[in-house]
């Protein structure tokens, strides 16, 4: 999707969009687009057995975006082996969960009780997974940024 939209030019007015402050939004692959990375099964769609990859997006958000953290096999594993081989800080979303970003502010929704978001990193080569509160008010982003 990215090799794509970057041919087509579609990469440039999402910038724009972005910068004007249009509404932006996604799931799965549409919402790995807006970081700098993220953690894709786009080979698997030509070979079910191809592993996980890290693939760059559009970079408006410094961080590595995991979908459908729990809930498809490999995931876990694939961005704790990710993140052990680049640092760096990575968001993880269970389906059902959202992450909404307004401005500088931050904050989870889902639509299922038992959906989660995680603020993933290694510190001291220890893999951590510290789940992100789900709460009605806005977070600064920047507490993304600052590893546990």
């Given at each position: 999707m990215m090799r794509i939209w970057r041919k087509q030019g579609v990469d440039k007015i999402l910038q724009l969009a972005y910068k004007k402050g249009i509404v932006l939004a996604g799931l799965s692959a549409g919402v790995i687009c807006w970081f700098r990375y993220g953690n894709s099964d786009s080979r698997k769609f030509k070979n079910?057995?191809?592993?996980?990859?890290?693939?760059?997006?559009l970079d408006l958000y410094p961080l590595l975006?995991?979908?459908?953290?729990?809930?498809?096999k490999g995931r876990v594993k694939s961005l704790q082996q990710m993140m052990k081989k680049t640092g760096g800080m990575a968001i993880a979303l269970d389906n059902c969960s959202a992450l909404e970003i307004v401005?500088?502010?931050?904050?989870?929704?889902?639509?299922?009780?038992?959906?989660?978001?995680?603020?993933?990193?290694?510190?001291?080569?220890?893999?951590?997974?510290d789940e992100i509160p789900i709460k009605k008010d806005f977070s600064m982003v920047s507490t993304f940024l600052a590893k546990g």
């Amino acid at each position: 999707m990215m090799r794509i939209w970057r041919k087509q030019g579609v990469d440039k007015i999402l910038q724009l969009a972005y910068k004007k402050g249009i509404v932006l939004a996604g799931l799965s692959a549409g919402v790995i687009c807006w970081f700098r990375y993220g953690n894709s099964d786009s080979r698997k769609f030509k070979n079910p057995t191809a592993p996980l990859i890290k693939v760059k997006g559009l970079d408006l958000y410094p961080l590595l975006l995991c979908p459908h953290y729990h809930q498809e096999k490999g995931r876990v594993k694939s961005l704790q082996q990710m993140m052990k081989k680049t640092g760096g800080m990575a968001i993880a979303l269970d389906n059902c969960s959202a992450l909404e970003i307004v401005g500088g502010t931050y904050r989870i929704l889902t639509s299922h009780r038992k959906s989660k978001a995680y603020k993933v990193y290694w510190k001291k080569s220890i893999y951590h997974q510290d789940e992100i509160p789900i709460k009605k008010d806005f977070s600064m982003v920047s507490t993304f940024l600052a590893k546990g």
